[in-house]
């Protein structure tokens, strides 16, 4: 009796564990990723430019589990980063410019998860975005341009399920690419396109936390 009892708890705890990744499984997550980065340059071995960014987004998550441990799903994000660039002269004095930008982004995504336990995953997403910015500068400035960013990207990450409703996931950065279209005012045409690739390890982390509903 006592045999079987514990064959039944282990099956239990198997399925459970496993349940989140299941066929009809809906996942919706509340996420957050910062982003810091700074730089400088001299010239005469004087620093002639420094140059700093913080950024975060925030948002909800919807996915549907498709079977064979894959999640397709879409994001919705709000964005804000922080620029500051100071120039420093010859005589040592400076002048600084801060840039603030704010945006909404949406993102279809299709994610897998590769068990390496019962409650550990490793994952690899890869995500399409689009999102439109509002950029204004100070001080004395009312130039304020509007753009639109497409991205495409993929990023690596890993869960891990405390319980078979819940995951706790995090990551740094990932592969991206991106292309912007930016204009002066919101009535005119777009004016300049700029295409970068670029990696992320390190200096972007993101958290998220989901919540699996099972059918």
Do not use: W
């Not at 997550?29 to 071995?45: A, P, V, Y």
């Not at 004087?46 to 140059?51: A, D, L, P, R, V």
């Not at 897998?112 to 490793?122: H, P, R």
């Not at 005012?185 to 390190?202: H, M």
């Amino acid at each position: 009796m006592k045999k079987l009892l514990a064959a039944v708890v282990f099956a239990l705890i198997g399925t459970g564990a496993f349940a989140q990744t299941s066929q009809g499984t809906v996942v919706v997550t509340g996420s957050l990723s910062l982003r810091t980065s700074t730089s400088e340059s001299k010239q005469n071995d004087t620093i002639s430019h420094e140059s700093s960014e913080t950024a975060f987004r925030i948002g909800p998550t919807l996915g549907y589990m498709l079977g064979n441990n894959f999640e397709l799903g879409a994001a919705l994000g709000y964005t804000h980063s922080t620029t500051k660039n100071i120039n420093f002269n010859s005589e040592g004095d400076s002048n600084e410019m801060t840039t603030k930008t704010n945006g909404f982004v949406i993102s279809p995504y299709l994610k897998k998860y590769f068990m390496l336990s019962e409650q550990f995953a490793l994952t690899g997403q890869l995500s399409a975005g689009l999102g439109v910015y509002k950029t204004k500068y100070d001080p004395n400035t009312n130039y304020q341009p509007r753009s639109i960013s497409f991205t495409a990207t993929l990023a690596p990450g890993i869960t891990y399920f405390p319980s078979d409703k819940l995951g706790i996931s995090t990551g740094l950065g990932g592969l991206q690419y991106a292309q912007t279209l930016k204009r002066k005012e919101s009535g005119e045409a777009p004016k300049k396109t700029n295409s970068e690739l670029r990696i992320g390890f390190e200096d972007a982390l993101f958290f998220s936390l989901s919540y699996y509903i099972n059918r």
